[in-house]
């Protein structure tokens, strides 16, 4: 994951009645998901119908951290964090294996939130992220990797899925045009993305396409091109009618309402209006909407409880200091931000700090960035300890 920003450019369930005294007691079986097919509005929050599935991927990392912390006070609050809900990376094709197992205890008032994230030449302005498929191997995307996990959604089709397509994949498109490797992946990336939207339109399935964050596509000059970037997709996609919004913040550090923003006194601040995510959904929103596409958002709220702690808004990996946020709701009391979601799993490494590995980047190594850090996606308990100490709300 990299997020940049760019100053070049700147320039309910129902409640069940109880069983009846003769009713024989069944021990309560995990549910997989609802009694009859799951249809999902898009031309509706279905975070309102919907709770984010705490996910047993996750669940697992975080009680074999809980187990790891002597201190017990600070062990019944880790295992609290295995309750919340999070996304699932697919982040290689070997990976769609996680996807089955943790569909086995979906109950059906619960959406399983799914990270869609394995372009060819993906990550291609940074180096942390950088997957298994090379830059031509579109093919292998289509067959090996969407359209198997398109098979899985369908044959669940009584369960609720809500996906992130794609981090970072359109805004690096946008502002980082000027870098080779994102000009090889350029073609791969759009075509890509409109056959995931394509191949993922199902009825029990809503979609978000990444829109990177304030301080990246927020820029005066960004907000226009970033939005046709990401509507032109979505239209050679056909527009489907699984598409809802798009995704901001996603691995991010980013506050939701801080006025003014945190970055407002850099010396750069004048060219960005967007300078809390709360703005920048709005703002970018109304682009988007002139652009031609849905734009209701979900924001991940799940590392930015404690601001002030980047040196410069661009800086993205393993952000020293910072905190769990604001746990996943559909109440963020603003029209276009249908929930408050955490997309990355925190505890997991943005990237390796060690200089010596093949997916260095830089970022990694920068004085606000927590070290040692394993590689991306790895977990690092000393860093989830960090983000459980200083949770805002704490748990
Ligand atoms: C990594 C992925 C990982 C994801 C969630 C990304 O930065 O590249 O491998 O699954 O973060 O931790």
Avoid at 179 to 191: I, K, V
Wanted: with cysteine; net charge negative; hydrophobic share 35%.
């Amino acid at each position: 994951m990299k997020f940049v920003q760019s100053a070049t450019l700147a320039f309910a369930a129902t409640a069940l009645a109880a069983p009846s005294r003769t009713t024989p007691q069944k021990p309560r079986q995990a549910s997989a998901g609802c009694a009859s097919a799951v249809t999902l509005d898009a031309s509706t929050n279905v975070f309102q119908q919907y709770t984010l599935h705490p996910n047993n991927f996750y669940r697992a990392e975080v009680e074999a951290a809980a187990e790891a912390i002597s201190d017990s006070a600070l062990a019944e609050k880790a295992r609290k964090v295995a309750d919340v809900g999070t996304f699932l990376w697919l982040d290689t094709i070997e990976n769609i294996g996680r996807l089955e197992p943790a569909l086995e205890d979906v109950p059906c008032e619960n959406i399983v939130g799914l990270v869609i994230y394995d372009l060819p030449g993906r990550d291609c302005a940074a180096k942390a992220s950088n997957g298994e498929l090379k830059v031509g191997e579109l093919d292998r995307y289509k067959t090996e990797y969407i359209d198997k996990i398109a098979e899985i959604l369908k044959a669940h089709s009584n369960t609720a899925f809500a996906l992130v397509i794609e981090p970072d994949s359109l805004p690096n498109l946008v502002t980082n045009s000027d870098l080779q490797t994102c000009q090889q992946s350029a073609s791969g990336y759009r075509e890509g993305v409109a056959y995931a939207l394509k191949q993922l339109n199902l009825p029990n399935v809503v979609m978000y396409i990444d829109a990177g964050h304030g301080g990246w596509l927020g820029w005066d000059a960004n907000l226009k091109p970033g939005a046709q970037e990401l509507a032109s997709v979505y239209k050679s996609a056909g527009s489907p009618s699984q598409v809802r919004g798009i995704s901001t913040n996603v691995a991010g550090w980013n506050a939701w309402d801080q006025e003014p923003g945190e970055f407002s006194d850099a010396s750069d601040a004048q060219y960005n209006k967007c300078q809390n995510e709360k703005i920048y959904i709005n703002t970018f929103g109304a682009e988007l909407k002139s652009a031609g596409m849905p734009n209701h958002a979900i924001i991940d709220t799940g590392r930015n409880g404690v601001t002030g702690l980047r040196d410069e808004w661009g800086d993205w990996c393993n952000v020293n200091g910072a905190g769990f946020g604001v746990r996943p709701t559909a109440n963020t009391g603003d029209e276009l931000a249908d929930a408050f979601v955490w997309v990355k799993p925190g505890g997991e490494s943005d990237g390796t700090s060690d200089s010596s590995a093949a997916r260095y980047d830089s970022f990694c190594g920068k004085p606000d960035a927590f070290k040692p850090s394993p590689e991306a996606g790895t977990w690092n308990q000393a860093y989830f300890e960090m983000l459980l100490k200083n949770a805002n709300p704490s748990f």
